[in-house]
């Protein structure tokens, strides 16, 4: 399924998990998601991440519920970023940047990797 096709808003982040086992090979973000209404859980996990940037608050009592969440343009300007800084090592690796803007702290987290799955 394509990552913009899910409902994101009001979803609530229970969990994030950055697996680092395989460093540099297949570096793993995880999300645990709930989806609103009773309509259940799933993981969300990034494979093969290269970059990420999480700007998060804390010191809120409430879930932390996702406003929106997409698929970025392949203009994106981190993602730009993140191609020069490699000098063409990467040029032939195709990746795709990933934006959660947050509801409950007004958080941000960006995430850039090669794929993600959902896991029920």
């Known amino acids: ?69 997409s698929e970025l343009e392949e203009n994106d300007q981190d993602l730009k970023s993140l191609y020069s800084k490699w000098k063409g090592v990467i040029d032939d690796v195709k990746l795709k940047g990933y934006k959660f803007s947050l509801n409950s702290t007004g958080g941000e987290i960006k995430i850039i990797a090669k794929r993600f799955r959902e896991d029920k």
């Open 1 to 69: 399924m394509n990552f913009n096709d899910f409902y994101w808003h009001d979803a609530i982040i229970k969990n994030i998990q950055i697996d680092r086992n395989s460093p540099g090979v297949n570096d793993v973000i995880i999300f645990d998601i709930e989806w609103p209404e009773e309509k259940g859980k799933a993981n969300f996990i990034f494979e093969e991440v290269y970059w990420a940037s999480m700007n998060l608050n804390f010191g809120i009592v409430a879930n932390e519920t996702i406003l929106s969440a």
